[in-house]
């Protein structure tokens, strides 16, 4: 199935395809003021963390990053400690990387592959599916019952190649709700069949100075004007199609150079897939070829305290590259954190301590900047809204293509 026959995809590249044939342009309706201790208080940002972070299914990894029976990854979200696993049966788990002993994390490496997990403490040790296999020393401890010990489970399920899980036990918004059919476009990109190629981690400032910037063409040729944009190709538009609060945005004046003189039948996957998708709160995707067709992901987490975040970049190529492949992919990978860690994110960690000294009331998001201000009102809803109205926010999305 190719990337136009989804009728939303075929419905938005259309869209932007027109408008740059015409040479028009969509604008939301005012500039929208955001408070500028929205970036700076403490206690906003308690709030961001427990009411967004730790109550929304996140995407946590692509689904190739653990493809095979025993492989694991453990992180850390919003300060919950998770351990992903793929058992003998493919199915993916994740759980509360704690040991029910005492608490200390039962897998410590990053990723791997293991059949089991042993605690590193005492020596309890855990099946692939969570379950307590043996207590250490047994006959010592005491008697315990181990079905009623085993790891504490999350919610989690895979949806186009990604996996997506909570860190709390009783979720209350069921993620196929979370998603309001933004996974049936992903899915064009097959990504549960591509390859892992390399990642590596980024500190950056609060969390949405960070996001901002994933969601804004309009700083592409300014602060980028060296990098991205040494070619002059780059215009600073975007049209912004809408999800519920998962946005995919498309360049017009890119669509009207790689599409506009073209037949749709001449439209391949890699161009009708391109630009930024996001999916909510903090998930970038972008398409770039080095060493062959790849897509950068960039998983934006909150830090311990306001002023900071910290980016999992990670580099997923279509096909495994070859010897040839491999170092232009590498090359592609260092470019783009040259990209964001000295341009993006020092930007942002300027902008992070200006705003710190507290002398702005607002920071403004023009017309132009419909992503942005899409972003910020689905923010505040959600962390207006209770756990018994979440659901019921999310139902009654707009889906916008």
Known sequence: ??????????????????????????????????????????????????????????????????????????????????????????????????????????????TGNAKRFTCPYHGWTFGQDGSLLAVAASADFGAVDKSCLSLKAL??????????????????????????GYDALLEAFNFKDWHFFSSRILRGPNWKIAYDGYLDFYHLPVLHKDTLNATGMLGNRAHYHAWGPHQRLVAP????????????SEWTDDLVLNGVWTIFPCISIASFNGGGRGVMISQLLPGDKVGESWTRQMYLMENAPSADQEAAAHEQFAFLEVVVRDEDYDTGLRQQRALDHGTLDHVLFGRNEGGAQAFHKWTDRIIAASDEELPALFAGADIVA
């Open 155 to 180: 919610p989690v399920a895979e949806r186009a190649g990604l996996i997506f899980g909570s860190v709390d036990p009783n979720l209350k918004l069921d993620i196929d709700a979370f998603l309001c």
């Open 253 to 264: 004046d890119r669509a009207a150079r790689e599409l506009g003189d073209k037949p749709e």
């Open 1 to 110: 199935m190719t990337a136009m026959e989804n009728p939303d995809i075929a419905r938005v590249m259309r869209h932007s395809v027109q408008h740059a044939r015409d040479n028009t342009y969509e604008l939301v309706d005012d500039i929208l003021k955001v408070p500028a201790t929205n970036y700076t208080d403490p206690g906003r940002f308690k709030l961001e963390v427990d009411r967004i972070f730790r109550r929304l299914p996140l995407m946590l990894a692509p689904s190739c990053e653990i493809p095979n029976p025993g492989d694991f990854k453990t992180m850390e979200v919003a300060g919950v400690p998770i351990l992903l696993t793929r058992g003998s049966d493919g199915k993916v788990r994740s759980f509360i990387n704690s040991c029910t002993h005492r608490g200390t994390n039962v897998a410590t490496a990053p």
